[in-house]
Structure formats: C-alpha cells, structure tokens
C-alpha cells in the first residue's frame, strides 16, 4: 500500500510500504475511505513532537471500512464502516475507567501517527477496537463524520468543558483556525451572550462569523486586550480559549480572562510559554490544559445524526490520496487558501 512517511522535521513522502497486519487479538484493519490533515500534523512537521521518528506513517483521523478484526472484536465486524478516533484506549486501565481516554496507560492514547503508524495510508491497524472505533450514523455523510475524530471532541472537551461555557457567558477564543472555530461552535451549544473570535487573518475572522462567533477582532490592528474590556466593563472575559499553540496567542489568552475566569488551553506548544504569576497569583483564575480523550464522540454523534453539528462547514478542499503533498502545502498555507479542513479521499 502507498502511505505518507515522516522523514524529520521538514521531511514527508508519500510512498509504498507493507499493508498492516493484525497483531492483537483486539485489532482491526480499516481500509481508509477518507481522511483529513491535523494542525497537530504540523507541529511534527516542525519537530515539535520528538516521540515521533523516522519512518513513521502520519495521520490520527480517518472514516473507513473494516477489512479484518482480531478474534477478541465483538463490537464490528469487516464491512462496517467506521470513524477511526484519534484516540484509542484500553478500556481497562485506571485513566480510561475514568475516561481519559488520552492518558490510557494500557498502551492506549494519542498512539496513531505518533507511536505507532497512523490512517494517513489506504489501510490503518487499529488496536482496542472495540473502544477505539464508531459506526457511522446512517444517513450522515462519511466526511462529516471525519470531522469528530479530532477537531469537533478537542474543541468541545478541550475548550468548552473544560472552559465551563455557561448561558450568559462572554466566551473569547484566540485562534480561528479548526481547533478555535470546533470550541466556537461547541461554546454555542451553552448559549453564550457573546463568542469572540481573535486572529491575524480576516478569511479566518469571516470563517469564525459562520461558525458563531458574533464579534470579531483582527489583533494585528486592534488591541483585542482594550476590545475585549470595552465589551464586558473592564472586567474581561468569563471563559477563554487558547487555540494557536504559540507563546504569544497563550499569553494573551490569560490577559483577557476575568477575575475568577476560566481559560482552556487547546493548543499544542511546541515553545515555552510566560505565566506571569506575579499579576496573575490574586485574580482567582482557572488555567486547564488537556488532550482530547474522545469521551463525547457519541454525544456529538448524535447531535451531528439530529442536524443539530454542522460538520460538513469545516471543508474546504478535497483531494485524492495521491494528493496528500499537495493537500499539505494548502492546508499549512491556509492563511492564503483559506483551507479549514482537507479531506483525501479513495
């Protein structure tokens, strides 16, 4: 089968490598009907993920048809189609009995396009399918649902729960690429009085508008700290969401928190980032951080089967397999593309 191989920083080919085998009796082989391209891609591109080597198949997001399962699968069976998670998870150990998911101790996680090879391929093994994988609703296209394997669970958990995004809130997200706009669609859900998107690009800042952000600020020309302010009588914002992964978008995420605000880190930092405990020690704040643990994948499953998820507005740009450099260089000039979310497809 042909695959995108990680090479280094800066190094990717897509290139033929042996199709997968089962292992484990809890695998599954899916066949890769559709898959998308992850910010967090990227930041391994960048070599900010050390763990990943030479040699390994990128990818933790794919729609497909199971083509084998190992004899302890009870869940699928090959020809269903499936959304292959970005997380897998043991089921078993301490973290996932407490679903999460993305600290599995049992050889579960963020392991797909990181420690092991990933779905950016024809075929994918994935193990723990059983509480690793989810048939498709019927009746909902294949690509939305590709959208619920990363960005719609990490901007749901990782921003809105863990922001703990109330009616009434004034919610403000730094960040208007995928991840910030899944938390502004997600952060709608709760009724919010008001949804703030921050960013340097105006496309993104028009994307945002669709999502629901209702105010907008590009902060290469504004002070989004003195906007910010203005809307809420000097106080700040109730929640806010870091969705970039830079020093400087975290930074400012802090500043535009209340006294006694909720700010949810999302991004992936591959830089230090400055915590200014001496302004920020009397204020009362709640910083969280996470990686997605996928423990509301049926949730928004449902809500996606009851048309109440637009999943489908995340897609920008289409692309065979053997497109997947090309889908690359769009994807990561997006400032000039407009790409959102890249779906390859068979």
Request: proline fraction near 5%; charge should be negative.
């Amino acid at each position: 089968m042909r695959a995108l191989i990680y090479h280094g920083p800066g190094k990717k080919a897509w290139e033929e490598v042996p199709k997968p085998q089962l292992i484990d009796d809890g695998d599954a082989i899916v066949r890769v009907d559709a898959v998308t391209i992850c910010g967090t891609d990227l930041h391994i591109l960048k070599g900010d993920v050390p763990a990943v080597t030479d040699g390994r198949i990128l990818g933790h997001e794919a729609v497909g048809t199971v083509e084998a399962v190992g004899p302890g699968v009870r869940t699928v069976k090959p020809g269903d189609q499936v959304l292959v998670s970005c997380i897998t998870a043991c089921g078993r150990c301490r973290f996932c009995r407490e679903s999460r998911y993305g600290q599995c101790l049992g050889g579960g996680g963020w392991i797909l396009g990181h420690k092991i090879d990933g779905t950016q391929a024809e075929y994918v093994r994935v193990p723990f399918a059983d509480t690793s994988v989810h048939p498709l609703p019927a009746g909902v296209p294949a690509q939305d649902v590709l959208m619920l394997a990363d960005i719609l669970p990490t901007g749901y958990e990782v921003g809105v729960l863990n922001g703990a995004v109330g009616p009434g809130d004034v919610v403000a997200v730094v960040g208007a690429g995928p991840i910030g706009l899944a938390a502004i669609m997600g952060a709608r859900l709760f009724s919010p009085s008001h949804v703030i998107a921050i960013d340097l690009a105006d496309s993104r800042l028009e994307a945002a508008k669709e999502f629901g952000a209702d105010i907008t600020i590009n902060n290469s020309r504004e002070d989004a700290l003195s906007a910010v302010r203005d809307l809420t009588d000097g106080l700040g914002a109730d929640v806010t969401v870091e969705a970039v992964g830079v020093p400087e978008a975290f930074e400012l995420t802090v500043a535009l928190a209340r006294p006694g605000g909720r700010i949810a880190n999302i991004g992936v930092h591959g830089a230090p980032a400055a915590l200014h405990l001496e302004e920020q020690w009397i204020r009362d704040i709640t910083i969280t951080t996470g990686l997605v643990d996928t423990f509301s994948t049926p949730t928004l499953l449902r809500l996606l089967s009851g048309g109440q998820l637009d999943a489908g507005r995340f897609i920008t740009h289409h692309f065979t397999l053997d497109e997947f450099p090309t889908a690359y260089d769009v994807f990561a000039d997006a400032a000039h593309t407009g790409a959102l979310k890249v779906v390859l497809t068979r």
